[in-house]
């Protein structure tokens, strides 16, 4: 495939996943409140009913995985769309606690086919070993989905009331997704093209290696499959506390909740600058190297905050949007650099199964926090940030045999 109809390829993903994660993953931050006040439950079940949707994305991962390794990605990401659009629907339709749980269990179906995850391995089954540049590229433009997904959200709500916003997102998904993830290349035209075969499945990719040092690989591939997911698992956690709090804990630190809100805003402008270094100057190390530094960002920015307090908000939320940014470049090249292309759909699933899992209790767990210790809550995520920093350091002998 040309060079140009690449980019055309990641400007078009891009603009999708800018749109899935603004109207899903971004949603409660802005709506959780008016949502659970007009519907008569507490804020915390709502982050509930989102904690659901995720963990059932976490079960759906492996599976959309796989069948975008065979099939490719462009019909599963828009049948997301309608997913999408029918979760949101039916949010905007709910009556109470029942309504409410329902659509969200359907949003966690379209979250476990419409993501990151999805768009990584579409990517991967359309380039294979050269999907590096392409997911940065997707992942520059999603960087914005924070930024333009708050602030939208929030003027549709004053605008025509949650649900209001909730069929608003809905009809982006139609309007936009739609056409967006339907003009993506069919997989049969870009193999064609490049002359590439189809990619085996992970397991078949796991039993092809039949030489004398097999067993001595699979305990490799299972350690680094073990400290992979616990890096996925832990730094989730943390994006997802933060997607979810991070305003309110910007006010517990001293800040005004104009500043706070105004603040947070940063977190996608700094994802996408971090992006760019990555697609630049850290392009040319391995990126186990530009995890490693993206994990270190956010332990050093809570220190900072913790120690100064209101006045390094903007420092603090900068480095984590930036180790944000490059972490989830990381979360799609990092597989794909250790185990290589054959399976890779179907191996990211799995891999972020234990990531979906924590970011199924990360907003309830971190605002039962807030409200226990206010503030103080940060050093949990700082810990957990230099714990993987640490199981990164003992990823390196294996990215190097």
């Known amino acids: 495939m040309r060079p140009a109809s690449q980019r055309w390829t990641v400007a078009r993903l891009g603009s999708a996943q800018t749109l899935a994660w603004a109207s899903s993953y971004y949603l409660p931050a802005m709506l959780a409140v008016p949502m659970a006040r007009d519907l008569g439950v507490a804020t915390s079940m709502v982050f509930a009913a989102f904690s659901v949707a995720l963990i059932v994305s976490a079960l759906l991962g492996p599976l959309a995985g796989r069948t975008i390794d065979r099939h ?3 019909s599963v990401l828009v049948g997301t769309n309608l997913l999408f659009a029918a979760s949101l629907a039916g949010l905007g339709l709910a009556q109470g606690p029942i309504g409410l749980f329902a659509a969200w269990v359907l949003m966690g179906v379209a979250m476990g086919s419409g993501l990151y995850e999805a768009a990584f391995a579409t990517l991967v089954r359309l380039y294979g070993k050269d999907s590096r540049g392409a997911i940065t590229g997707i992942t520059l433009i999603a960087g914005f989905a924070s930024t333009v997904g708050w602030p939208l959200s929030a003027w549709m709500e004053v605008q025509w009331g ?3 916003a909730c ?3 809905a009809g982006l998904h139609l309007l936009a997704g739609v056409p967006l993830n339907g003009w993506l290349p069919r997989i049969d035209s870009v193999a064609n093209a490049q002359n590439t075969p189809a990619p085996m499945t992970a397991m078949q990719g796991a039993s092809a290696d039949a030489s004398p040092h097999a067993p001595a690989a699979a305990t490799r591939a299972l350690r680094t499959t073990v400290l992979l997911s616990f890096v996925f698992a832990v730094t989730w956690f943390t994006s997802t506390a933060m997607a979810a709090h991070l305003p309110r804990l910007l006010q517990a630190s001293g800040t005004s909740l104009q500043a706070a809100v105004g603040i947070a805003a940063l977190v996608g402008p700094a994802q996408v600058v971090a992006r ?3 697609f630049g100057l850290l392009r040319r190390m391995h990126p186990l190297l530009s995890a490693q530094l993206a994990a270190a960002a956010h332990p050093v920015g809570a220190a900072i905050l913790m120690v100064v307090g209101a006045p ?8 984590h949007g930036a180790g944000n940014g490059i972490l989830t470049i990381a979360k799609g090249t990092l597989p794909l650099v250790l185990f290589g292309p054959a399976g890779y759909g179907e191996r990211q699933g799995l891999l972020m199964v234990p990531a979906r899992v924590a970011q199924a209790f990360a907003p309830l767990l971190f605002g039962l926090l807030l409200d226990g210790v206010g503030a103080a809550a940060l050093w949990v995520t700082a810990l957990l940030g230099v714990a993987a ?3 990164l350091w003992v990823l390196r002998p294996v990215a190097r045999q």
Request: aromatic share 18%.
């Open 72 to 74: 490719g990605g462009r």
């Open 162 to 164: 949650w649900r209001g």
């Open 167 to 169: 069929f608003g997102w």
């Open 276 to 278: 760019l270094l990555e």
């Open 312 to 319: 390094a908000a903007a420092v603090f939320t900068v480095l």
């Open 389 to 391: 920093l640490a199981a």
